[in-house]
């Protein structure tokens, strides 16, 4: 990955201990500096520090997504610190309530779509004026909840498909001014929080994580379930001039547990 983002600017919102450090460790080591965004601080600062490791600048900005106060002086912080905005990615999320649709409270559908949906939408609107200027690139983190129709998945299958509907939307109204906007879909993610499921599931069963795990991989082409740094370097690749003709996409990363 080396190389790939260099002295680029990116921006990552919803940065926590999983997927959100590992796309700004991973754009850091593709030679980008990365402005950090998350509602807790003692997160940023030790992910800050691993990007300042890599001999890469990084700031941080304590942000709420669904606030405007919060986004808007995101990006002012942002161009004070750097002057340019080259990648947004966003990865804040809030799970929906994992529901029936002929039962769930609407109220919980409405604050998922608060989050996962019009908070990308907004935040990107704001950073738009310096996307057009570098030419730059947004990357929404989507799920393979796209790929299947699961009972109590319904919830969280809406708000990602709008999701990706304002990507593919987005794509269309901003790349005749040169910014391209693509999204990733992950499957499983073999990090902390599907660590401690398998463990609960484990316990349950009176089996190992690993027995877990195995069933779960003999389900995938890969036989294993995808890393942070798998998805991350997916995201790095379309924030980069590799992906330069790529825009309005889903790239699915998950091991080959669907086909798309």
């Known amino acids: 990955m080396s190389g790939l983002l260099t002295d680029k600017v990116v921006v990552v919102s919803g940065v926590g201990p999983g997927l959100g450090r590992a796309i700004a460790v991973r754009s850091a080591a593709a030679g980008a500096d990365v402005?950090?965004?998350?509602?807790t601080e003692a997160r940023?600062?030790?992910?800050?520090?691993?990007?300042?490791?890599?001999?890469?600048?990084?700031?941080?900005?304590?942000?709420d997504v669904r606030k405007d106060e919060d986004t808007a002086a995101l990006v002012e912080g942002t161009l004070a610190a750097f002057g340019r905005v080259d990648a947004l990615v966003n990865n804040?999320?809030?799970i929906p309530p994992l529901e029936d649709l002929r039962t769930v409270d609407l109220d919980g559908i409405r604050r998922g779509f608060e989050t996962n949906v019009l908070a990308a939408l907004a935040l990107t609107r704001r950073f738009l004026p310096a996307l057009q200027d570098s030419a730059g690139a947004v990357v929404m983190i989507n799920s393979a909840v796209l790929r299947h129709s699961r009972r109590t998945f319904g919830p969280y299958k809406m708000a990602k498909a709008s999701l990706l509907a304002l990507a593919q939307n987005l794509a269309t109204e901003v790349g005749p001014h040169g910014v391209r906007v693509n999204s990733v879909a992950p499957g499983y993610i073999w990090a902390d929080n599907l660590k401690w499921y398998f463990n609960y599931l484990a316990e349950e069963r009176g089996v190992t994580q690993q027995d877990i795990y195995d069933e779960t991989a003999a389900d995938l082409d890969l036989r294993r379930l995808p890393e942070p740094d798998e998805i991350a370097d997916a995201v790095v690749f379309l924030a980069s001039s590799l992906a330069r003709g790529i825009t309005g996409q889903c790239l699915d990363v998950n091991c080959g547990e669907f086909h798309h």
């Open 44 to 63: 940023l600062a030790e992910v800050a520090k691993e990007v300042t490791a890599l001999g890469r600048r990084a700031v941080t900005f304590r942000t």
């Open 92 to 94: 804040a999320f809030a």
């Open 35 to 39: 402005v950090l965004a998350a509602r």
